[in-house]
T-cell receptor, first 110, second 117 residues
Framework: SQKIEQNSEALNIQEGKTATLTCNYT??????LQWYRQDPGRGPVFLLL???NEKEKRKERLKVTFDTTLKQSLFHITASQPADSATYLC?????????WGAGTKLIIKP | SAVISQKPSRDICQRGTSLTIQCQVD?????MFWYRQQPGQSLTLIATANQGSEATYESGFVIDKFPISRPNLTFSTLTVSNMSPEDSSIYLCSVEGLGLAGADTQYFGPGTRLTVL
């Protein structure tokens, strides 16, 4: 079945460094992947979407890549800050039938 | 952008009872979605609710257990019926993210944290 996998272990990064989160997909070829941020007690907030024909997309300190050969999307936060600490979700699908990863908890340490 | 509110924000309920969760949007939207998110797990779509038609349920979810209403373009309710401890979860509503990047992006509400004893 179609599946999206993200690192279940929390990622601890020192402030100022680049955080890189991974999203792997199996058994399908998504036309796009999208990334959301979720803070405790809140709903997910959309960050970036990358389509299969786009290698890279940027928004301020955020960068997303899409490698159809590796079946993987990487999400980068450069110059990370403690305020970037949150859970980051990867999702994909069509006609709003989205498949979601379980999310990776990112902790930025001062 | 769309601002979504949910009520209640959290509740503790007894087994066998029912809870109705409300979702209010500050603008008219065609598509509304209800999700369940269990601790440490991914979002699972329960159903899609379009105004003027019956909700469409995903595999594993049935109308008798999760009845949904969509009386207008800004409001929806999800009822969790005959609850058991396995229904303890966060329930989220979302709407189509027109104005974002498109392609099925969504705005989410803050969620309702349900605990069933």
């Amino acid at each position: 079945s179609q599946k999206i996998e993200q690192n279940s272990e929390a990622l601890n990064i020192q402030e100022g460094k680049t955080a890189t989160l991974t999203c792997n997909y199996t058994n399908y070829s998504p036309a796009y992947l999208q990334w959301y941020r979720q803070d405790p007690g809140r709903g997910p907030v959309f960050l970036l979407l990358i389509r299969e024909n786009e290698k890279e997309k940027r928004k301020e300190r955020l960068k997303v890549t899409f490698d159809t050969t590796l079946k993987q999307s990487l999400f980068h936060i450069t110059a990370s800050q403690p305020a970037d600490s949150a859970t980051y979700l990867c999702g994909s699908g069509s006609n709003y039938q989205l498949i979601w990863g379980a999310g990776t908890k990112l902790i930025i340490k001062p | 952008s769309a601002v979504i509110s949910q009520k209640p924000s959290r509740d503790i309920c007894q087994r066998g009872t029912s809870l109705t969760i409300q979702c209010q949007v500050d603008s008219q939207v065609t598509m509304m979605f209800w999700y369940r998110q269990q601790p440490g797990q991914s979002l699972t779509l329960i159903a899609t609710a379009n105004q003027g038609s019956e909700a469409t349920y995903e595999s594993g979810f049935v109308i008798d257990k999760f009845p949904i209403s969509r009386p207008n373009l800004t409001f929806s309710t999800l009822t969790v019926s005959n609850m058991s401890p396995e229904d303890s979860s966060i329930y989220l509503c979302s709407v189509e993210g027109l104005g974002l990047a498109g392609a099925d992006t969504q705005y989410f509400g803050p969620g309702t944290r349900l605990t069933v004893l």
